[in-house]
């Protein structure tokens, strides 16, 4: 553990939340899809001092002086992010997903663009063309759905409105979408319309690094990710690319995008996909799947709708209708029992976001804290034991002290 002796000198104000922080993630489960528990190696590298260089341009092509040293580490990031996905080429400079996503754009679309993107409420991502992100408000997308019956994407609907629409671009990988994704019939009705394709795999990109589900990088022109979901590194993003669309990627995240790169994180994501390159790293993106899939097993013996009946990857958004409850109620319920997820919306929720219909899971977190098949039973039926006597405050507080002692069993690496 980093030991803040500076900082617990110096602000013991900041210092004192921190603490708070670090013990709720201690003692608490983290069910959120999005999120994970980094290692020390890896929390390290952030706490660097390469936080004090600028360093715009790319290495070999500076305009500050002193950067040998970030353009060595740049560079082991980047050969180590092609290796991850074999992708051709790899910008690792992206400071979070969203940014990533508008380079993208930006580098392969002008503004008012046609586009097909996944609707959010379906599982998609903001920057998947909502009417109040940037990427609806300057380009002109359509969206796809899934279908309300299964839950799946259909790929025939999918042709149907390219074929409609020739959009320029068409975007698949998603935020709350728990099944696999034909990746090359996507890029089969790309090539029938003559669009770009791009998959944004910031959720699943451990499972796709770690060949636990299928790699769109050698399919996909261009391909996004975050680095801090299921690929266990520092907050931020990367992009990837075929060769060809190299200096447009480039020129868009700077100067396009971006200025400096924070060159503390690409140390740390660099260390994360070094980690990720590993045997061991296999291992967990298994056992994520393996949680995921007993957790969506486990909601539907209780009676838990969970939308498309399972799950391929680390996550499902499980309706709470049946329960009486919104996605909102679990979110407030769980958290008094030291159980954090984020609530979610379902295929045509009826409704609002602020308070939808279902709740979002997912097992990075868990599985990385050593949890298996044994423990996510237990997780669930205290899931359901909390949300079917909510009105119980003993009995919330019995499912909280019995959460604290399996967490305090299974610490969390950088705690
Ligand atoms: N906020 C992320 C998630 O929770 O899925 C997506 O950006």
Same mark, same amino acid.
């Given at each position: 553990?980093?030991?803040?002796?500076?900082?617990?000198?110096?602000?013991?104000?900041?210092?004192?939340?921190?603490?708070?922080?670090?013990?709720?993630?201690?003692?608490? !489960?983290?069910?959120?899809?999005?999120?994970? @528990?980094?290692?020390?190696?890896?929390?390290?590298?952030?706490?660097?001092?390469?936080?004090?260089?600028?360093?715009?341009? @790319? /290495?070999?092509?500076?305009?500050?002086?002193?950067?040998?040293?970030?353009?060595?580490?740049?560079?082991?990031?980047?050969? %180590?992010?092609?290796?991850?996905?074999?992708?051709?080429?790899?910008?690792?400079? /992206?400071?979070?997903?969203?940014?990533?996503?508008?380079?993208?754009?930006?580098?392969?679309?002008? /503004?008012?663009?046609?586009?097909?993107?996944?609707?959010?409420?379906?599982?998609?991502?903001?920057?998947?063309?909502?009417?109040?992100?940037?990427?609806?408000?300057?380009?002109?997308?359509?969206? @796809?759905?899934?279908?309300?019956?299964?839950? =799946? !994407?259909?790929?025939?609907?999918? %042709?149907?409105?390219?074929?409609?629409?020739?959009?320029?671009?068409?975007?698949?990988?998603?935020?709350?979408?728990?099944?696999?994704?034909? #990746?090359?019939?996507?890029?089969?009705?790309?090539?029938?319309?003559? +669009?770009?394709?791009?998959?944004?795999?910031?959720?699943?990109?451990?499972? !796709?690094?770690?060949?636990?589900?299928?790699?769109?990088? *050698?399919?996909?022109?261009?391909?996004?990710?975050?680095?801090?979901?299921?690929?266990?590194?520092?907050?931020?993003?990367?992009?990837?690319?075929?060769?060809?669309?190299?200096?447009?990627?480039?020129? +868009?995240?700077?100067?396009?995008?971006?200025?400096?790169?924070?060159?503390?994180?690409?140390?740390?994501?660099?260390?994360?996909?070094?980690?990720?390159?590993?045997?061991?790293?296999?291992?967990?993106?298994?056992?994520?799947?393996?949680?995921?899939?007993?957790?969506?097993?486990?909601?539907?013996?209780?009676?838990?709708?969970?939308?498309?009946?399972?799950?391929?990857?680390?996550?499902?958004?499980?309706?709470?209708? +049946?329960?009486?409850?919104?996605?909102?109620?679990?979110?407030?319920?769980?958290?008094?029992?030291?159980?954090?997820?984020?609530?979610?919306?379902?295929?045509?929720?009826?409704?609002? *976001?602020?308070? *939808?219909?279902?709740? %979002?899971?997912?097992?990075?977190?868990?599985?990385?804290?050593? =949890?298996?098949?044994?423990?996510?039973?237990?997780?669930?039926? #205290?899931?359901?034991?909390?949300?079917?006597?909510?009105?119980? /405050?003993?009995? =919330?507080?019995?499912?909280?002290?019995?959460?604290?002692? =399996?967490?305090?069993?299974?610490?969390?690496?950088?705690?």
């Amino acid at each position: 553990m980093l030991e803040y002796k500076n900082l617990k000198n110096q602000d013991e104000e900041v210092m004192a939340v921190i603490k708070r922080e670090m013990i709720r993630q201690a003692e608490e !489960i983290e069910l959120i899809a999005s999120e994970n @528990y980094v290692s020390k190696a890896v929390l390290e590298a952030m706490a660097s001092v390469l936080t004090n260089k600028y360093s715009e341009g @790319y /290495p070999g092509r500076r305009y500050y002086g002193g950067n040998q040293y970030i353009d060595e580490v740049e560079t082991i990031a980047i050969e %180590r992010a092609k290796k991850l996905f074999s992708a051709e080429h790899a910008n690792v400079q /992206p400071l979070s997903g969203s940014p990533a996503n508008a380079a993208v754009y930006m580098a392969f679309l002008k /503004p008012g663009d046609k586009v097909l993107g996944l609707r959010l409420d379906h599982g998609g991502h903001l920057s998947h063309g909502h009417p109040v992100n940037f990427s609806g408000l300057l380009y002109n997308f359509t969206q @796809y759905e899934v279908d309300s019956q299964t839950g =799946l !994407i259909n790929m025939d609907k999918v %042709r149907e409105l390219a074929l409609k629409e020739k959009p320029k671009m068409i975007v698949a990988g998603y935020s709350a979408y728990s099944r696999e994704i034909e #990746w090359q019939k996507f890029k089969n009705i790309a090539a029938e319309v003559g +669009a770009f394709t791009f998959a944004d795999i910031a959720h699943t990109a451990g499972l !796709i690094a770690a060949g636990e589900m299928n790699n769109p990088v *050698p399919i996909f022109d261009v391909v996004s990710t975050t680095t801090h979901k299921t690929l266990r590194g520092p907050r931020g993003a990367i992009i990837m690319c075929r060769e060809q669309f190299a200096k447009q990627v480039d020129r +868009a995240v700077f100067p396009g995008m971006q200025g400096g790169p924070h060159d503390h994180i690409t140390a740390a994501k660099a260390v994360a996909f070094g980690e990720a390159l590993r045997p061991e790293f296999k291992q967990y993106a298994k056992q994520v799947i393996a949680n995921a899939k007993l957790m969506a097993e486990e909601f539907i013996n209780l009676g838990y709708q969970v939308i498309s009946g399972g799950t391929d990857n680390h996550l499902m958004v499980v309706d709470m209708t +049946a329960k009486g409850l919104t996605g909102k109620d679990a979110e407030i319920i769980l958290d008094k029992c030291g159980i954090s997820v984020s609530r979610s919306t379902i295929p045509n929720d009826p409704n609002p *976001p602020m308070n *939808p219909s279902g709740v %979002r899971f997912g097992a990075p977190a868990i599985t990385t804290r050593g =949890l298996k098949q044994a423990e996510v039973k237990k997780i669930v039926a #205290w899931i359901n034991a909390g949300l079917e006597q909510k009105d119980e /405050p003993e009995m =919330l507080n019995n499912i909280k002290a019995r959460v604290k002692e =399996l967490c305090l069993e299974f610490p969390i690496p950088s705690i």
